[in-house]
Structures are given as structure tokens and as C-alpha cells.
């Protein structure tokens, strides 16, 4: 583990994503088959467990909204395949809820650990719960990790998928607590002059650093 870990790095913020080419509940899928859209690639611990079950119900509840922003989903643990497609039908038959995004079946531990996915101070063989959102361009914009016991909140990871797309449209920042809707936060200017203009331009502005406008 600690050679591969050397060998390949951590993926990190404004770096391409991870190449991978995997065994999945949906077939098998490359990195490169979501090029041109957005995606979130995100682990759990282990099937059949009770907050990876919520947490899978909860993805499935979002889907439709993150399709609707050009987002995909892809799941994944280092279970097998077989495992994965029990727990999908469980979960369909028992709760009532169709996973409709694809799992990985990542027995080998290879995409976990290209993508640090295996945090040994929680647990040595299992994944914890990261989310990977991954741009058109197959670079990595956010990277959230949460431990075992705590299940993911999915009105962040839409606020945050949003705000991504938000800046890359209009060219802006987001604030704090910022929700689809609220102002933006206008860039900064770089010279002096561009600072005194900044006044004058018509934004709502707490000081010449700090200048806010609707979209």
C-alpha cells in the first residue's frame, strides 16, 4: 500500500483525476467515458451496512437533480460485484428505493487507493466516505471526506456542486453559506487603479476588496 501511495501520490484539487478502468454494477467504466461532464465519484465502507444504506438512498433521492445539472454518479467499495448487486436489489426490495448510478466492485483496492480512499486511522481494509467532484475536463474541484460513523449531507454536495458551476459560468467567487440565488462575490482587482474604479462600477461593496453583485 504505502508503495502504490508513493508510487502514484493523492489526488489533489486542480490535478486530473485518477485514470481507472473498472468492474462496476452497470458494466465495466473508464475515467474517460464522463469526459465532457461533470462527476462525483464518491466511497462508502461496505454493503449491507445501515448509514451506507441512507446514504445510498439519500444519492438516489438527489439524482434526478444532479442529471438535471449534467452530473453523474458513480459509487464505490472495495466489495465484490456479486455483494453490490445484492445490495442494490435489497435495498429496491426492502425499502423501495432503484439505485439507478452505477457501483464499483473494487476487490483489488485499485481505484481506492489511487484516490486515497483508505484512511488506516479509521480502518485498514475499508474505504471511508470520501466525494470526489470531477469537472468536464476531468480535474478534481472538491474533495470531501467524512468518517465511518457519519453519514454525508446531500444538500452540501448539491450547494457545492452548484457553486462550482456557478464560478466556471459567471467568473465569481461564492461566499459563506452561499445558496443558489444569493449574491456573488465579484473578483477582486489586481492594481491600484483597478481598486479605485472598483468603487464606481455599480456593486455592492464593503470596501474596494470585498464587492458583491446578483447574477
Known sequence: MEQLKEEVGLPRLGERAPDFEALTTQGTIKLDDYKGSWLILFSHPADFTPVCTTEFIAFADIYEELQERGVELLGLSVDSISSHIAWVR???????????????ADLNKDVALRYGMIHEGQSKTETVRCVFIIDPNQVIRAILYYPLTTGRNMAEILRLVEALQTTDEHGVAT????QPGDK??????????MAEERLGQGYECKDWYL?????
Open 90 to 104: 435489497n435495498v429496491q426490495e426492502k425499502l423501495g428505493v432503484k439505485i439507478p448510478f452505477p457501483i464499483i
Open 175 to 178: 461566499p459563506a453559506n452561499w
Open 184 to 193: 456573488v462575490i465579484v473578483p477582486p482587482p489586481n492594481t491600484q487603479e
Open 211 to 215: 464587492c458583491m453583485k446578483a447574477l
